[in-house]
């Protein structure tokens, strides 16, 4: 390495690390305040707080990237030419890309390594955010009974307390009981009492002093005039336990959030992609084959055939479950053994004896339990038949199941079914005379049978309606979904590219403006960075909403950037001044030059004489 990369990466890697941390502090603030009430006031211990930090700090940090990268190199190329060494490397002969490359060869690791971090460790870190925060949620906030006001606390209780004289002592407690669900049937107050944990801070004993009980009953069936009971016990003492586990942290299986698209890989997402695809055909297709059935007089000569990319896929489906059902039936054929817990025991593990009287028997089982629900199917179907029938279509339906269990294959259910089918005789045509079809055809021009025809019509058309709207419905969410999980796919690579981008701008703008420190870099760096926040959030929901394909979508604010960065990049080369009043001036008279050339001006009467 030259000792020109050594300076320009020497003074780029100083700023990158400060800036990123302290971007990355300012977004760990943002989202902490977004659960602020929900995390802090539970009384939870020191390291879940650091835990949840910990988690939050990994999963913004493809975010803080691009922010990072854009200010450390503003600020590096703006001291760059606020010192004069840019000036002084362009006399030397070396040109701004020469000087630019290995800032950018440093970019293009953090780029790769942004993806592999988006990829495999933010998901997993996600997963662990998740779970970790919908504990604490559910978590109760701290026992702390407060003067005055009435802690709810503690399950199935409502108390106040008037004044406490400490952590221990309390005056004038006041106890609503509500365990029974009927409502404030039950009160409790004292004169004074004690507030104390024990059995490691699990429970709570109340001791109260000097008080009364007052119980109410509960309504009676008969009439509204029975009287209510009512009772009132005064004691010296009535101690009282609460049990504390509401307000323990309860770790809640991370199984739960499985199906979420933030907490998964590229590969991973792109399973449950090919799942929503062959549902979406699955619904596809139905409708096609549904549809004709809905339509029963143009149905007779028209068929309604699914388009050819849909009978594609169907098929291709198809294909999948029958080798995953053949996998399944040679697992059980060549001796695999289920046990009781549902896990699969080869016959290897056992010893020879048991597994061959064990393949023994379920042959055996097997080959009699098959011919007795075959035989029982056959006779159920041919119970219409004549004798002769009947006996031909079990003898075939016989030999073609011995047949296939002699052969140690599976039998083909569909040819037995079609021999053993019911054949139903055509019915014989008798021809009408004219006078009948008359009598027939005035039959459809009576008010009963109109009104009973469009009665009949609008109750197809309302329920052919209904069943496309649901299955529209249907469709329509899972491709919302597919959109979602295909946008959470393509951000994998957005967010590591952008540092690239972002690169591509800073460099040759801390250039332009050669100025370095945290003023001019800092509002810049802020104005592009919301740039292509909203310019993501525009693209994204582009892209969710099905205005845009996902691929564009998602890549909108990378491709409206790209263009700034070359922009930038060309003036920077040119050594232009773009934020100076003169630069702005020139390009003025120009344009003042140019109209002048383009609208001659009218001779006056003084210069024609």
Request: aromatic share 10%; proline share 4%.
């Amino acid at each position: 390495m030259k000792k020109l990369d050594k300076l320009v990466l020497g003074s780029f890697l100083s700023p990158f690390l400060l800036t990123f941390i302290v971007v990355d502090f300012i977004l760990l603030t943002v989202n902490m305040l977004k659960y602020f009430d929900e995390i802090f006031g539970k009384d939870l211990p020191f390291m879940v707080y650091m835990e949840l930090i910990g988690y939050f700090v990994i999963s913004i940090s493809p975010m803080a990237l691009p922010l990072a990268v854009l200010l450390s190199s503003l600020m590096t190329f703006g001291n760059l030419g606020e010192h004069f060494e840019l000036t002084a490397i362009k006399s030397s002969g070396i040109s701004l890309n020469r000087t630019m490359l290995p800032i950018g060869v440093f970019v293009a690791i953090v780029t790769v390594l942004a993806f592999l971090s988006n990829n495999y460790i933010v998901p997993r870190v996600n997963l662990k955010t998740f779970s970790l925060l919908y504990d604490i949620r559910m978590k109760s906030p701290a026992f702390d009974i407060k003067e005055g006001v009435f802690y709810n606390g503690i399950p199935g209780y409502s108390i106040k307390v008037n004044t406490k004289l400490d952590e221990v002592r309390l005056k004038d407690v006041l106890i609503y009981d509500h365990t029974t669900g009927q409502g404030n049937l039950h009160v409790i107050t004292a004169d004074s009492g004690r507030m104390e944990p024990f059995f490691n801070d699990r429970y709570i004993m109340l001791t109260l002093y000097h008080g009364n009980s007052y119980q109410e009953g509960t309504g009676r069936r008969g009439g509204r005039n029975v009287p209510q009971t009512f009772s009132r016990t005064q004691f010296e003492t009535n101690k009282m336990v609460f049990n504390l586990d509401a307000f323990e942290l309860d770790r809640t299986d991370e199984k739960l959030w499985s199906n979420s698209k933030s907490i998964k890989n590229i590969s991973e997402i792109r399973v449950d992609l090919d799942s929503m695809e062959r549902e979406i055909n699955h619904f596809q297709f139905f409708n096609y084959a549904n549809t004709e059935a809905s339509y029963n007089y143009f149905g007779r000569s028209r068929k309604l055939k699914p388009p050819k990319d849909v009978l594609d896929k169907k098929l291709e489906s198809d294909s999948l479950k029958n080798l995953r059902y053949q996998a399944e039936e040679d697992l059980l054929q060549n001796g695999a053994v289920i046990d009781r817990a549902g896990q699969e025991v080869s016959e290897a593990a056992l010893s020879p004896t048991t597994a061959a009287g064990k393949k023994t028997n379920s042959a055996t089982a097997a080959d009699t339990s098959g011919r007795g629900a075959q035989s029982v199917k056959l006779a159920e179907r041919a119970s219409s038949k004549s004798s002769a029938e009947l006996s031909d279509t079990l003898v075939q339906s016989k030999d073609s199941l011995d047949k296939a269990l002699a052969n140690n294959k599976s039998p083909d259910m569909r040819e037995i079914n079609k021999k053993s089918a019911l054949q139903t005789e055509k019915p014989e045509i008798q021809a009408l005379s004219p006078d009948q079809e008359k009598r027939l055809d005035s039959l459809l021009l009576t008010p009963r049978y109109r009104h009973s025809r469009a009665s009949v019509g609008l109750t197809s058309a309302r329920n052919i309606k209904n069943n496309f709207t649901k299955n529209k419905t249907q469709i329509n969410e899972v491709m919302r979904q597919y959109r979602h999980f295909t946008v959470a796919w393509y951000q994998k690579y957005t967010q590591s590219l952008a540092c690239f981008v972002m690169f591509m701008i800073g460099a040759p703008l801390g250039a332009i403006i050669k100025k370095g420190g945290l003023g001019m870099p800092v509002l810049l760096s802020i104005i592009f960075f919301i740039m292509y926040y909203m310019l993501t959030i525009t693209g994204e929901k582009w892209a969710k909403e099905g205005l845009s394909e996902p691929l564009f979508g998602t890549f909108f604010s990378n491709l409206a950037l790209i263009p700034f960065g070359l922009f930038f990049l060309k003036q920077a080369r040119k050594d232009a001044r773009l934020f100076e009043p003169d630069f702005y001036q020139g390009i003025w008279e120009k344009i003042v030059k140019l109209y002048q050339k383009l609208i001659p001006r009218k001779k006056l009467k003084e210069d024609v004489l």
